[in-house]
């Protein structure tokens, strides 16, 4: 089956670095990936879509400059957290969708980013 | 509006007991997408099973067991002889007109 990779699957910085995670779709091409940021004992919480080629579509609440999104190829997207904080601390899970079949999205490893 | 409900947040049985798990979900939509995913304490999703609203029929896959109600909107989770590696968070997600939409999620706790 399709396979999604996040890169890296842990991170620890110190307030004020960026931290860039990727998203890559190993075995299909990928028009469109999501980014998830779960909070402990909480549900998914979508952040933004990712189109190749165009800009993030933003959830409202979601800060555009704190999260940086691109997805310049089919099969990557990265999530930069710039001038991260210990508010955001999280799992952050990406998703891909096939852009063969649009009806199914496969999901990454998750993120686990802890700022000191 | 488009939602998931996932009424029990937590259920704890004991091992080898039948547990259902409830997912309710509201769309306007004709066509969407229902899924069931898995996540243990590790973290990582685990997909169980993905329906269309044009298949109604009913899933078996082992001990798991998915009953897909379009007349009540539900589409609910059964663990038959629940084990213990079971135990995990198990959340009920929609897929409607590309809006993607979770539920919160039951931590289910299997007891040796």
């Known amino acids: 089956g399709a396979v999604v990779s996040q890169h890296p699957s842990r991170v620890i910085c110190k307030s004020g670095t960026s931290v860039k995670i990727e998203c890559r779709s190993l075995?299909?091409?990928?028009?469109?990936m999501f980014w998830y940021r779960q909070f402990p004992k909480k549900s998914l919480m979508l952040m933004a879509t990712?189109?190749?080629?165009?800009?993030?579509?933003?959830e409202q609440g979601v800060e555009k400059d704190k999260f940086l999104i691109n997805h310049a190829s089919l099969t990557l997207s990265t999530l930069t957290v710039t001038s991260a904080h210990p508010e955001d601390s999280s799992f952050y899970i990406c998703?891909?969708?096939?852009?063969?079949?649009?009806?199914?999205?496969?999901f990454g490893p998750g993120t686990r980013l802890l700022v000191l | 509006a488009q939602k998931v409900t996932q009424a029990q947040t937590e259920i704890s049985v004991v091992e080898k007991e039948d547990v259902t798990l409830d997912c309710v979900y509201e769309?306007?939509?004709?066509?969407?997408?229902l899924f069931w995913y898995k996540q243990p304490p590790s973290g990582e999703l685990v997909f169980l099973i993905r329906?269309?609203?044009?298949d109604e029929q009913n899933e078996i896959s082992g001990r798991y067991s998915w009953n897909f109600q379009k007349s009540t909107s539900s589409f609910n989770f059964t663990i038959t002889a629940s084990q213990v590696v079971d135990s995990a968070v198990y959340f009920c997600?929609?897929?409607?007109?590309?809006?993607?939409?979770w539920g919160a999620g039951t931590k289910l706790i299997i007891k040796p």
């Open positions: 998703s891909a969708r096939d852009g063969d079949s649009q009806e199914t999205q496969y």
């Open positions: 075995d299909f091409q990928a028009t469109t």
């Open positions: 990712s189109n190749e080629g165009s800009k993030a579509t933003y």
């Open positions: 769309t306007r939509d004709t066509t969407y997408y």
């Open positions: 329906r269309n609203s044009f």
């Open positions: 997600f929609m897929d409607s007109n590309y809006q993607l939409i």
